[in-house]
């Protein structure tokens, strides 16, 4: 009786395991693809590559969160009429949460955008053929946090200034990921040993 309470509970663990990696894995792929496609964007036209931001990536998954049920209309996104866009109250707590304030924040852009499904070739075209381009295409933006959820894709350019390098405090955006993959695998370590 005790081993099949331990083999179901190992099992549970390991399937917890399975579905916390595969949702981190493909935003992460999404996210990642973007960052590449960017990337190559801009050394067609001799600019440097972006390098990945921690902080703004933190910053850009929070935004995508508050964006998520807001669906997509030929209003949102690029297509943001300016004045119109949707104002966060709680955007203090979200730079607070991935240890930001709005002194190294000021110099870079947010550049939300809208794709169903995040089809990767049509996420890229909404950055590198809209007006998001010009952004993509000046020198003094060096790093970018891409964050995604449901259709909704945010993507953060960082500049190598204090006003705008997203780098207060010490502690790595990817600490919530970290520790919640650190987190599945030591239940399924103990599930183990629960077999033996």
């Not at 935004?63 to 104002?87: H, M, R, S, W």
């Not at 390098?165 to 990817?174: A, K, P």
Request: aromatic share 8%.
């Amino acid at each position: 009786m005790a081993s099949l309470q331990s083999n179901i509970i190992l099992s549970l663990l390991l399937l917890h395991s399975i579905i916390l990696l595969n949702h981190t894995a493909k935003s992460d792929d999404e996210e990642d693809s973007l960052l590449q496609g960017i990337n190559s964007y801009r050394t067609g036209f001799n600019l440097t590559a972006l390098s990945k931001n921690d902080k703004a990536e933190c910053l850009a998954d929070e935004l995508a969160d508050q964006f998520k049920n807001q669906p997509c209309t030929n209003t949102t996104g690029i297509n943001t009429v300016p004045g119109t866009e949707p104002q966060f109250p709680n955007f203090p707590n979200m730079l607070a949460k991935c240890q930001l304030n709005v002194t190294t924040t000021r110099d870079g852009v947010i550049l939300p955008a809208c794709v169903p499904n995040l089809v990767p070739s049509i996420v890229l075209t909404n950055f590198t053929q809209t007006e998001y381009s010009n952004y993509l295409n000046d020198t003094k933006f060096t790093g970018a946090g891409i964050g995604s959820d449901n259709n909704w894709i945010v993507l953060i350019l960082t500049t190598d200034t204090p006003e705008g390098n997203y780098m207060t405090g010490t502690t790595s955006g990817n600490s919530v990921f970290k520790v919640g993959v650190n987190f599945g695998l030591v239940f399924l370590l103990m599930g183990s040993f629960l077999l033996f």
